[in-house]
């Protein structure tokens, strides 16, 4: 089935770092979601891109959809030890109501 | 206002026996999925219900999983003669069926099959 490419798998930041995850598509979407995991809970959304070039953000995130909508990435500015989690993206083709989600992107903050 | 809700929270079962999980979703969100989600890896699309439409199936593993949707609002995933393999939290999701809407989780079930 189809597939989201998400990189890194892990990262290993010292807190205060920026930190920066991408996620890549053979398909075109139209639609991009941001989505952070903390232990024993579910995903909660973070960030919700609907246009192609499409940049937001919401407080330290900031997100943007590609301009060929077959990417989007996902920046975390000055990060903090709360920001420790596994980030997922999800995209969403046409009017599907699946989404298609990658694998994730562990995010370790070395004490 | 209250969110999606999973239960139980946690369930360990001897393999074999049948398993029921629970999902409470968001009052007013007619749209509801299953994922599965392995150790260490991302979500698996089980079911999909949406109003009275005929659910979207294709994600069910095997014919040991079966769900339900009664009223349109409550759901139950079974998964019968339970395998190890089926270990893994389950998690459910509803939205609202609108132009933007996102998926919003519960907690999920985190199913150990000894």
């Known amino acids: 089935g189809q597939q989201l490419n998400q990189s890194p798998q892990s990262m290993f930041i010292q807190e205060g770092e920026d930190v920066s995850m991408n996620c890549t598509s053979s398909?075109?979407?139209?639609?991009w979601l941001w989505y952070k995991q903390d232990p024993g809970e579910g995903p909660v959304l973070l960030i919700a891109?609907?246009?192609a070039g499409e940049l937001t953000s919401n407080g330290r995130l900031t997100a943007q959809f590609g301009i060929t909508r077959k990417d989007s990435f996902l920046n975390i500015s000055a990060s903090i030890p709360s920001d420790v989690g596994i980030y997922f993206c999800?995209?969403?083709?046409?009017?599907?109501?699946?989404?298609?989600w990658g694998a994730g992107t562990k995010l370790i903050i070395k004490p | 206002g209250a969110g999606v809700s999973q239960s139980p929270s946690n369930k360990v079962t001897e393999k074999g026996k049948d398993v029921e999980l629970r999902c409470d979703p968001i009052?007013?969100?007619?749209?509801l999925y299953w994922y599965r989600q392995s150790l260490g890896q991302g979500l698996e699309f089980l079911i999909y219900?949406?109003?009275?439409?005929?659910?979207?199936k294709s994600g069910l593993p095997s014919d040991r999983f079966s769900a339900e949707r009664t009223g349109g609002s409550v759901s139950t995933l079974t998964i019968q003669r339970t395998q190890q393999e089926d270990s893994a939290v389950y998690l459910c999701?509803?939205?609202?069926?609108?132009?933007?809407?996102?998926?919003?989780f519960g907690d999920g079930t985190r199913l150990s099959i000894l």
């Open positions: 999701a509803s939205r609202e069926v609108a132009p933007n809407q996102p998926q919003h």
């Open positions: 009052s007013g969100h007619t749209a």
């Open positions: 219900f949406q109003g009275n439409s005929a659910p979207d």
């Open positions: 398909s075109i979407f139209n639609t």
């Open positions: 891109l609907y246009k």
């Open positions: 999800a995209g969403r083709m046409d009017s599907n109501y699946q989404l298609i």
